[in-house]
């Protein structure tokens, strides 16, 4: 059995942004709540976006989305959706804004706690297609959020839970590449590497799904080809346009599931003591993975050296280690900052995490601490 389904509406290139305006009315939207973040705002990527519509230039704007979006947050912006009478979101930024704006237009439409509806505690069937429309504009390319079906947010108890549904799934995502121009190298990078974890992941996954990697296989390729020229060189446009391709291509087949390497990074982007992004996180976890994997998915190693035109006998973590050192990331969870004493309850947790389930071989809570360990 599969279950395959392609939902999502996409306006791709350099200027698409310019046609908002018609965008958003032919969604019916005439009182957007624009999400963003500090960032994003004093990037001058709201006004860079709000300038193309009139319904966008007093439009109400929440601004302060965390690194790792939160309850609290949610309920402060939906507090702002209905202050202001709002009928729709045009979210503005990396996937932390992207996301927050999918609970926010689940809560707008749903009844609290928000709780009720994470995946992992059987919320799946509770979300309506009554969620209000979410119009998706990434600025940066790796989170994939603007295609997919997914939000994590981190509840007030600290847990940090996957919200999925096809009704979360953006009505309208408009991938400018132009908006990700004066993305800096450090977190071009970051992101850059969680598109290509997205790709590697759901290619790996067990489930059924030909389509999807095929498309997680095309995109690991282009952003391989891309990132180092998108790191070292921002204003190269071809290699902008090519990593929010890839980005979009990740977002587009993590339906058919993620990893260990998220189902990690998840929990680790919910401490409380210490922010780690999430794109970062998974670029260091990566190797590990690749290492405690290997011996359960040989053929798709294969299928993915072949692809990036690597040597038959090239050992994929080392040389994923290799790409992570070349664009100038750190190397360690412990030159992140993150305290080896989260071990346990981080491989606890992420036993529980909805990615867990399809990572292609199955690991154990001491799978996940060895994991960890291998990457302090
Ligand atoms: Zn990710």
């Known amino acids: 059995m599969a279950l395959i389904t392609y ?40 006004d860079a976006v709000s300038r193309h519509a009139g319904v966008l230039k007093n439009a109400p704007v929440f601004g302060d989305t965390p690194t790792n979006p939160t309850e609290e947050a949610v309920e402060a912006a939906l507090a702002l959706y209905r202050q202001h009478g709002c009928d729709g ?24 706690p928000l709780e009720t509806y994470a995946a992992i505690l059987g919320g799946i069937p509770k979300v309506t297609a009554g969620v209000a429309p979410v119009v998706a504009i990434p600025t940066t390319s790796g989170t994939g959020s603007e295609v997919g079906r997914a939000a994590l947010i981190t509840l007030k108890d600290g847990r940090k839970l996957g919200f999925i549904s096809p009704h979360l799934i953006p009505r309208l995502a408009i ?7 004066g993305l800096p190298a450090w977190l071009t990078a970051a992101t850059g590497m969680d598109a290509v974890t997205h790709c590697i992941e759901t290619y790996l996954s067990p ?12 995109g690991l390729r282009r952003a391989v080809a891309h990132i180092g020229r998108a790191v070292k060189d921002g204003s190269d446009r071809e290699a902008r346009k090519e990593m929010m391709m890839a980005a979009l291509q990740g977002g587009m087949t993590f339906q058919k599931g993620l990893g260990a390497v998220h189902a990690l990074s998840h ?8 922010s780690l992004h999430h794109g970062t996180l998974n670029a260091v976890l990566l190797p590990a993975v690749l290492r405690f994997n290997a011996p359960s998915a040989e053929a798709k190693y294969a299928e993915i050296r072949r692809v990036l035109g690597l040597a038959p006998d090239t050992d994929l973590a080392d040389w994923i280690a290799k ?5 100038g990331m750190p190397a360690t969870l412990t030159a992140m900052g993150a305290p080896r004493s989260v071990i ?19 690991a154990t809570a001491a ?8 990457s302090f």
Not at 15 to 36: F, K, N, S, T, Y
Not at 175 to 180: F, G, K, M, R, S
Not at 267 to 274: A, I
Not at 367 to 374: G, I, V, W
């Open 175 to 181: 991938c400018d590449p132009e908006l990700t121009m």
């Open 207 to 218: 489930r059924e799904n030909p389509p999807a990697e095929a498309i997680a296989l095309d």
């Open 89 to 112: 979101l045009v979210a503005i930024g990396g996937g932390s804004p992207l996301d927050l704006a999918k609970g926010v237009a689940l809560l707008a439409t749903h009844d609290g």
């Open 367 to 374: 799978d996940y601490a060895a994991m960890l360990e291998a």
């Open 7 to 46: 939902l999502t509406t996409i306006k791709f290139g350099f200027g698409e942004i310019a046609g908002i305006e018609a965008d958003l009315a032919g969604l019916g939207i005439a009182r957007p709540l624009i999400v963003a973040d500090k960032g994003i705002v004093a990037a001058g990527l709201v």
């Open 267 to 274: 929990p680790l982007g919910g401490l409380k003591e210490v």
């Open 344 to 362: 346990p309850a981080i491989a606890e947790a992420a036993t529980l995490d909805h990615s867990s389930a399809t990572n292609p071989r199955p």
């Open 323 to 327: 790409l992570v050192a070349s664009l």
